[in-house]
Protein backbone atom coordinates (compact mmCIF):
# COMPACT_ATOMS: atom_id res chain seq x y z
CA UNK A 1 0.00 0.00 0.00
CA UNK A 2 1.35 3.61 -0.43
CA UNK A 3 0.09 6.04 2.01
CA UNK A 4 0.35 9.58 1.40
CA UNK A 5 0.02 12.22 4.08
CA UNK A 6 -0.63 15.86 3.49
CA UNK A 7 0.68 19.29 5.45
CA UNK A 8 0.22 23.10 5.19
CA UNK A 9 -3.50 24.01 5.09
CA UNK A 10 -4.78 26.96 6.64
CA UNK A 11 -6.45 30.11 6.93
CA UNK A 12 -5.00 33.19 4.85
CA UNK A 13 -5.83 35.84 3.25
CA UNK A 14 -6.63 37.31 0.11
CA UNK A 15 -3.21 37.95 -1.70
CA UNK A 16 -1.06 35.60 0.61
CA UNK A 17 0.10 32.52 0.58
CA UNK A 18 0.58 29.12 1.47
CA UNK A 19 2.74 25.79 0.83
CA UNK A 20 1.58 22.42 1.18
CA UNK A 21 3.62 19.41 1.41
CA UNK A 22 3.10 15.60 0.94
CA UNK A 23 5.02 12.58 1.79
CA UNK A 24 3.90 9.66 0.24
CA UNK A 25 5.35 6.20 2.49
CA UNK A 26 4.81 2.40 2.60
CA UNK A 27 5.74 -0.25 0.32
CA UNK A 28 6.66 1.60 -2.51
CA UNK A 29 8.36 -0.08 -5.31
CA UNK A 30 7.67 3.55 -7.60
CA UNK A 31 6.09 6.32 -8.28
CA UNK A 32 4.80 8.04 -11.14
CA UNK A 33 2.69 10.61 -11.45
CA UNK A 34 2.20 13.16 -8.35
CA UNK A 35 -0.69 16.22 -8.05
CA UNK A 36 -2.63 18.19 -6.22
CA UNK A 37 -6.26 18.05 -6.87
CA UNK A 38 -9.12 20.09 -4.93
CA UNK A 39 -12.89 20.24 -4.20
CA UNK A 40 -15.20 23.15 -3.11
CA UNK A 41 -18.23 22.38 -1.43
CA UNK A 42 -21.10 21.55 -4.10
CA UNK A 43 -18.44 20.80 -7.13
CA UNK A 44 -16.70 18.17 -8.37
CA UNK A 45 -13.34 17.55 -7.40
CA UNK A 46 -10.41 19.15 -9.77
CA UNK A 47 -7.10 19.15 -11.07
CA UNK A 48 -4.94 21.64 -9.57
CA UNK A 49 -1.50 20.80 -10.95
CA UNK A 50 0.27 17.38 -11.54
CA UNK A 51 4.09 16.64 -11.97
CA UNK A 52 5.87 13.35 -13.33
CA UNK A 53 8.74 11.56 -12.00
CA UNK A 54 10.81 13.52 -14.78
CA UNK A 55 9.81 16.79 -13.64
CA UNK A 56 7.09 17.95 -16.60
CA UNK A 57 4.81 19.78 -15.27
CA UNK A 58 1.16 20.79 -15.79
CA UNK A 59 -1.36 23.13 -14.22
CA UNK A 60 -5.36 23.84 -15.07
CA UNK A 61 -5.29 27.50 -16.17
CA UNK A 62 -6.88 29.28 -13.18
CA UNK A 63 -3.70 28.62 -10.93
CA UNK A 64 -1.15 29.49 -13.98
CA UNK A 65 1.40 32.06 -12.78
CA UNK A 66 0.78 31.58 -9.16
CA UNK A 67 0.87 28.08 -7.97
CA UNK A 68 4.39 26.17 -8.47
CA UNK A 69 4.23 22.46 -8.28
CA UNK A 70 7.50 20.71 -7.23
CA UNK A 71 8.76 17.36 -6.01
CA UNK A 72 11.35 15.40 -4.52
CA UNK A 73 11.82 11.71 -5.90
CA UNK A 74 14.32 10.65 -3.02
CA UNK A 75 12.25 12.16 -0.77
CA UNK A 76 8.73 10.42 -2.35
CA UNK A 77 7.18 14.69 -1.77
CA UNK A 78 5.79 16.94 -3.85
CA UNK A 79 4.68 20.15 -2.76
CA UNK A 80 2.91 23.04 -4.24
CA UNK A 81 3.25 26.66 -3.27
CA UNK A 82 -0.11 28.81 -3.54
CA UNK A 83 0.89 32.45 -4.34
CA UNK A 84 -1.55 35.56 -4.77
CA UNK A 85 -4.46 33.54 -3.56
CA UNK A 86 -8.12 34.21 -4.05
CA UNK A 87 -11.18 33.73 -2.18
CA UNK A 88 -12.24 31.15 -5.08
CA UNK A 89 -9.08 29.13 -3.99
CA UNK A 90 -11.30 27.81 -0.53
CA UNK A 91 -11.12 24.51 -1.36
CA UNK A 92 -10.42 20.80 0.29
CA UNK A 93 -6.94 20.12 -1.55
CA UNK A 94 -5.81 16.04 -1.87
CA UNK A 95 -2.51 14.88 -3.07
CA UNK A 96 -2.45 12.37 -5.40
CA UNK A 97 0.31 9.65 -7.01
CA UNK A 98 0.13 7.10 -9.24
CA UNK A 99 2.09 4.23 -7.29
CA UNK A 100 2.93 0.73 -7.22
CA UNK A 101 3.21 -1.48 -4.25
CA UNK A 102 5.67 -4.04 -2.81
CA UNK A 103 3.32 -7.26 -4.29
CA UNK A 104 1.30 -5.29 -6.81
CA UNK A 105 1.62 -5.62 -10.44
CA UNK A 106 0.16 -2.85 -11.63
CA UNK A 107 -0.08 1.15 -10.60
CA UNK A 108 -2.76 2.36 -8.83
CA UNK A 109 -3.71 5.90 -8.16
CA UNK A 110 -3.41 6.72 -4.63
CA UNK A 111 -5.24 9.50 -2.36
CA UNK A 112 -4.23 11.65 0.87
CA UNK A 113 -6.94 12.66 3.53
CA UNK A 114 -7.03 16.40 1.83
CA UNK A 115 -6.70 19.51 3.51
CA UNK A 116 -8.39 22.76 3.84
CA UNK A 117 -7.35 25.92 2.48
CA UNK A 118 -9.72 28.78 3.49
CA UNK A 119 -8.88 31.97 1.30
CA UNK A 120 -10.75 34.90 3.33
CA UNK A 121 -11.58 38.31 1.32
Known amino acids: QVRLVESGGGLVQAGGSLRLSCTAS????????MGWYRQAPGKQRESVAT???????KYTDFVKGRFTISRDNAKKKVDLQMNSLKPEDTAVYYC???????????????WGQGTQVTVSS
Open 96 to 110: YTRGISVGSIRYNDY
Open 26 to 33: GNILGIND
Open 51 to 57: ITNLGST
